[in-house]
């Protein structure tokens, strides 16, 4: 209640509330404030507006310290943290599970059509996502009751980017036998176990992976969306899940700027260096 108190206050005072007002093509938005209020003058943007919005920061150690004086303020609201991939999309390597969660948790938060907050750094816009609607239409839900052959789960689970095993211990696998489904979702802290009668979702329980045991039920539906959020063919901005009048907020302008310039330095370096080594077409370059 004492962040809340201290957000209203500050509104309620007419000298610093001019401040926080947002108006459509009118800049810039609350420059020169500290960070503290800074935070507090987007948290009252959020409120204001109901719609979501994104911030720009100059990098992953600004944008977590945003995110979290934001979280202070607004403890119930849906604010996402959305790390850049630090690994080129022309590699075989795949990014921390950690990243991976945070950012199917912003990207799904922002095709659910419902205002979510969304604080990365300014790095991110050089990326590109999963079509929107492609990201949306590809989502699995399960819950009990859901009729789908367990083949099928398995298929649907593959495209989604989850690796089968023969038995599951981390985020991101699977495992099938009989009529049971073992899943551990990403972005989750514990694995469940789908039972299945006949082609039907029977029921949907938590299990010990060391253990084997089931647990309890999992009251909660399984909404799973695409592990692969980089596309380097038909992929798009990260604006473009966002509403087209939404404000996009910047912390030190100027920095954010020059971490742009720099990201896309060492991506033409890196991106030469490959070409030189023959493992680059420049077609292949058209897409990235």
């Not at 020169?32 to 100059?58: D, E, I, K, T, W």
């Not at 050089?126 to 789908?148: C, I, Y």
């Not at 981390?170 to 551990?184: L, M």
């Amino acid at each position: 209640m004492l962040q809340q108190d201290l957000l209203n206050t500050l509104k309620n005072d007419n000298s610093i509330n001019s401040l926080f007002q947002y108006q459509a093509n009118r800049a810039p938005f609350a420059v020169g404030l500290p960070a503290g209020l800074l935070a507090a003058a987007a948290a009252n943007l959020f409120q204001q507006r109901a719609q979501s919005l994104c911030l720009l920061a100059p990098d992953t150690e600004s944008a977590a310290a945003f995110a979290h004086n934001l979280k202070a303020l607004l403890p119930e609201a849906p604010i996402f943290l959305l790390p850049p991939l630090e690994i080129s999309p022309l590699t075989d390597f795949q990014p921390e599970a950690e990243v991976i969660a945070e950012r199917l948790q912003a990207l799904s938060a922002l095709v659910q059509n419902e205002p979510a907050f969304i604080v990365t750094p300014a790095e991110s816009l050089l990326g590109k996502f999963q079509n929107r609607t492609a990201f949306q239409e590809e989502r699995l839900l399960l819950r009990p009751g859901v009729e789908l052959e367990i083949d099928e789960l398995a298929r649907r689970l593959v495209d989604l980017g989850y690796q089968r095993e023969a038995m599951i211990d981390a985020p991101g696998a699977f495992a099938c036998r009989g009529g049971i489904a073992d899943i551990f979702p990403i972005g989750w802290s514990r694995p469940v176990r789908l039972d299945f009668f006949d082609l039907e979702i029977e029921s949907i329980r938590y299990f010990d992976p060391d253990t084997q045991r089931s647990a309890e039920t999992c009251t909660q539906t399984l909404e799973l969306y695409p592990c692969q959020t980089a596309h380097r063919q038909n992929g798009e901005m990260l604006l473009s899940y966002l509403p087209s009048d939404a404000p996009l907020l910047i912390l030190e302008p100027a920095l954010c700027e020059k971490s742009l310039l720099d990201a896309e330095k060492e991506r033409q370096l890196y991106f030469d260096d490959l070409l030189d080594a023959k493992r680059l077409t420049r077609q292949q370059l058209q897409t990235v």
